[in-house]
C-alpha cells in the first residue's frame, strides 16, 4: 500500500511542488484552519453519516450527545439501531407531526429536526455514553437507514459500482474540502474552505495542462500526493469526470480503502 501510494506521488514532481505551495501559502492565511476542522472533523452532511452510522452500528440503549463549541446542544436516545428520542437545547415546540407506528412518517420528523440541527455553525462532534434520555413521548422512532435515506445521505459506499459520487460519499468524513467537476460540461460543486478551494482548483490547472500530452485510457484513476503536513491531496477521475479534495493527517489509507469498495482496483 505504501510503496503504491509513494508511486503515484512521484509523478509530475513540478506539479506536486506548485499545489504544495499553494496549499502551504494558503492555509498560512489562515493559521486557524486546520485547528478548527480537526475539532470539527467534518461538517454539515459529513458530520449527520457520522452520526448515522453510529446509530446504525448501535445495539444496546445509548445516549448520544452533539457539543457545538464545547455545549451540548442535543440528546439523542439510540438502540437496536434505532433513534427512539432526540431533545434540542432551545427547540420550539410544534415540530412536524407523525403518524405513530409509520417508521417513514417518523423518519421525516426526525430528518427534518437533524438538517436544522446540524446546520448551525460551530464545533461539533458527538459523544456516546450509556445515560439514556427519555425516549420521544409519541413513540417516534426509525431506523438508521430509513433516516439516510429520507435525507438522502448513503451510510456506505455500494462495493463495486465504479460511481464517482459513492465513492466522494465514502470518503466525506476524511475531507477538509473537496471539488467535483463533470467533465461533458464543466460544471463544478465544492465544499470547504475558500482557501483551500483555490488550492484545488490550482491543482486541477496543472493536471489538466500535464495530461493533455498525453493519451490514457479511461478506466478510474485516483492520485494522491502527501503534503509535509501530513496532509494529502486526492484526485481521482473516471473518464473526463473528477473528484479533487484534502483530506485530513492519516486519510490517506481509508481513502484507498474506500476506493477499492468502490471501483474494486488498487488505486493507480
Not at 446509530?55 to 445516549?63: A, G, N, Q, S
Not at 403518524?99 to 436544522?116: C, F, I, K, M, W
Not at 501530513?230 to 473528484?243: P, W
Amino acid at each position: 500500500m505504501g510503496k503504491a501510494m509513494k508511486l503515484q506521488a512521484s509523478r509530475g514532481t513540478a506539479e506536486g511542488s506548485r499545489l504544495a505551495h499553494v496549499i502551504e501559502r494558503l492555509v498560512e492565511e489562515s493559521p486557524a484552519l486546520a485547528r478548527t476542522r480537526r475539532a470539527r472533523a467534518a461538517d454539515g452532511d459529513s458530520m449527520l453519516v457520522m452520526l448515522l452510522r453510529e446509530i446504525d452500528e448501535t445495539v444496546l440503549p445509548r445516549r448520544i450527545v452533539l457539543v457545538v463549541d464545547g455545549r451540548e446542544v442535543a440528546q439523542m436516545a439510540v438502540s437496536n439501531r434505532r433513534l427512539s428520542g432526540l431533545q434540542i437545547v432551545g427547540e420550539r415546540k410544534g415540530t412536524p407531526g407523525s403518524e405513530p407506528g409509520d417508521p417513514t412518517s417518523a423518519a421525516r420528523v426526525y430528518a427534518h429536526r437533524l438538517q436544522a440541527l446540524f446546520d448551525r455553525p460551530g464545533r461539533m462532534r458527538l459523544r456516546v455514553d450509556r445515560k439514556m434520555p427519555p425516549a420521544d413521548p409519541d413513540g417516534l422512532s426509525c431506523s438508521a437507514r430509513n433516516l439516510a435515506a429520507c435525507i438522502g445521505l448513503s451510510l456506505t459506499p455500494s462495493a463495486g459500482t465504479g460511481d464517482l459520487r459513492d465513492f466522494l460519499r465514502g470518503i466525506e468524513t476524511l475531507m477538509l474540502a473537496w471539488m467535483t467537476v463533470a467533465g461533458k460540461t464543466g460544471e463544478e460543486h465544492h465544499r470547504g474552505p475558500e482557501a483551500l478551494i483555490a488550492g484545488l482548483r490550482a491543482f486541477r490547472e496543472v493536471e489538466q495542462k500535464s495530461s493533455m500530452a498525453s493519451i490514457r485510457a479511461a478506466r478510474p484513476r485516483c492520485l494522491l500526493l502527501p503534503l509535509p503536513d501530513g496532509r494529502t491531496v486526492l484526485r481521482a477521475t473516471v473518464g473526463s469526470d473528477q473528484v479533487l479534495a484534502v483530506l485530513t493527517r492519516d486519510a490517506a489509507a481509508p481513502a484507498m480503502d474506500a476506493w477499492r469498495k468502490v471501483f474494486g482496483v488498487a488505486a493507480g
